[in-house]
């Protein structure tokens, strides 16, 4: 028998996953785990109900409360907005009558789905993993193939536990050397999209790899692979290795045992083999990265925060200056103006990409020792209660809100305007969430994204700031 065609991590996924192709190549695929929430699930539910089908793998399926519910104390008195709380009482009514397991609003573990996921062990490498939200790619970080699906594919895999999906192409970033002081994964990721920008990914699903990589930490490559649909991929991905394995020996819910050795033996087998062919190749160097922070209402429209705003008059077509223009006028800002003097509103550390316990403790210690500025709101918001948990047993909470931030329970938060937390018209964010665009935090709310430790240094200075001046005190 002839040597097999090197494969993809990606490729292999695929591969153990098709339970039929279609001439056309579209393939059908097995999901191993389907998680859901509150937004995308009611009229994939009343499809079943129409339809008189059952939830197919209640075991394979797991919803959770995120985008709707309150993280300040208010969460406990029900949720005021009508609309919002009518979404969660309609998950919480399908959950029962269709045998699916919920985590219950005020459970320990409730979280945003794409910190849960992880971090009970429910995702895991070789998986393919489906949500009906954009930001699934994130579970890919673990070595699983994970995508965002739409309400109607939510409906065909609660029924069949299976999609329709037409292959992608493979696209690697790879990332080589150390990253500099003061920068992480979101830098990385910033850093990326600002080099392939928005549809860079079209098609593609990308494999990060190279040191800077595998130098990550698994809250670093979930920040990295989060935002891989803001860079237009469908999905992104890490291959498994010595890290992923440690992660996932601390979850609740891993395999244990004979299972985990058993498991161990497969996910060894999953990183791409040598040779395998990627259809675009994309190289960065680590070093290179400098802290990163948007200045637009795109998450492509990236500068080092040593940056400048730029002049759309400079650029190269009328319809680009038109959408420069565009941005400089709802974002508030003066061609030149250093990115450095913005005065901001607000400092959000939060969200699916920058609230796991790792970007708390680098928040925590750049606050430490330090004050928010006088009239800036910040807030720290976990993303997932036992991150929240976690966080007090190290004394994160108190160190934080001695600076002067708010410590909240977990959920979306100020990642979308959803919720009670939301910018007001003008006002300016520094923000660890991964959109940006105009409304995104709230109507005529203005945001910046950068990293967890950047917002931190901007809620301490007061304007967006340069996190190497902002390093931890070493003894406070
Ligand atoms: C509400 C949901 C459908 C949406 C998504 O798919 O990403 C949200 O999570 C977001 O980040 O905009
Ligand atoms: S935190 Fe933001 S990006 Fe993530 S799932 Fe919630 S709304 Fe979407």
């Given amino acids: 028998m002839s040597a097999q065609k090197p494969r993809t991590l990606f490729d292999k996924i695929w591969d153990a996953h098709v339970v039929e192709t279609l001439p056309d190549g579209t393939a ?13 699930t009611p009229q994939a539910f009343d499809g079943l109900r129409a339809a008189g089908r059952k939830l197919r793998r209640p075991d394979r399926t797991l919803g959770v409360i ?24 309609t998950l919480e009514r399908n959950a029962v009558e269709f045998g699916m397991p919920l985590i219950p609003l005020l ?37 699983a193939l994970a995508f965002g699906i739409g309400t109607s594919e939510v409906e065909h895999v609660l029924a069949t536990q299976t999609l329709l999906q037409k292959p992608a192409k493979n696209m690697q970033v790879l990332v080589e050397g150390n990253l500099a002081v003061g920068c992480s994964g979101k830098d990385i990721t910033l850093a990326v999209i600002g080099k392939i920008g928005t549809a860079g990914g079209t098609g593609h699903v990308i494999e990060y790899a190279g ?25 992104g991905m890490v291959a498994p290795d010595q890290t992923t394995f440690d992660y996932i020996m601390k979850t609740p819910n891993g395999p244990k045992g004979e ?12 990183p791409t083999d040598a040779g395998a062919h990627f259809d ?22 990236v500068l080092p925060i040593t940056g400048v705003v730029p002049n759309p008059e400079e650029a190269a077509d009328e319809a680009r200056r ?28 939060g969200s699916c990409t920058n609230s796991r316990i790792e970007d708390i403790r680098i928040a925590a210690a750049i606050a430490r020792g330090r004050r928010v500025a006088d009239g800036v709101r910040a807030l720290v918001v976990p993303g997932s209660g036992l991150v929240k948990k976690q966080a007090e047993a190290e004394g994160l909470d108190r160190i934080l809100t001695e600076a002067g931030f708010e410590w909240r329970e977990a959920g979306c938060s100020m990642c979308l305007g959803m919720n009670p937390d939301k910018l007001t018209p003008g006002q300016r964010s520094a923000s660890t969430s991964n959109r940006n665009f105009e409304g995104r935090q709230g109507p005529g709310g203005r945001t910046h994204l950068l990293s967890p430790a950047m917002a931190a240094a901007a809620a301490i200075a007061g304007h967006l700031a340069d996190v190497r001046d902002y390093q931890p005190k070493e003894s406070v």
Wanted: charged residues 20%; contains cysteine.
């Fill in 107 to 143: 459970d320990a573990r409730q979280g945003i789905v794409h910190v849960i996921g992880p971090e009970l062990g429910r995702s895991l490498p070789g998986m393919t993993i489906v949500c009906g939200d954009s930001h699934t790619s994130t579970h890919g970080a673990m070595g």
């Fill in 211 to 235: 040191d800077a990589i595998r130098a990550l930490d698994m809250a670093g490559r979930m920040t990295v692979c989060n935002m891989s649909i803001e860079g237009g991929a469908r999905a």
């Fill in 28 to 40: 059908l695929l097995y999901i191993d785990l389907h998680l859901t929430h509150e937004v995308t």
């Fill in 259 to 270: 299972a985990f050795e058993q498991a161990l033996a497969w996910w060894k087998t999953l």
């Fill in 322 to 349: 038109a959408q420069l223009r565009r941005m400089v006028e709802y974002m508030g800002l003066t061609p030149g103006q250093r990115l450095q003097d913005l005065k901001i509103d607000v400092a959000f550390i």
């Fill in 280 to 301: 675009t190749v994309v190289k960065l160097a680590a070093h290179e990265i400098a802290p990163q922070v948007t200045w637009g209402t795109s998450p492509e429209d």
């Fill in 66 to 89: 995120d985008h709707n519910i309150a993280t300040d104390a208010s969460r406990y008195t029900g949720i005021v907005d009508p609309e919002s709380r009518l979404q969660v009482e």
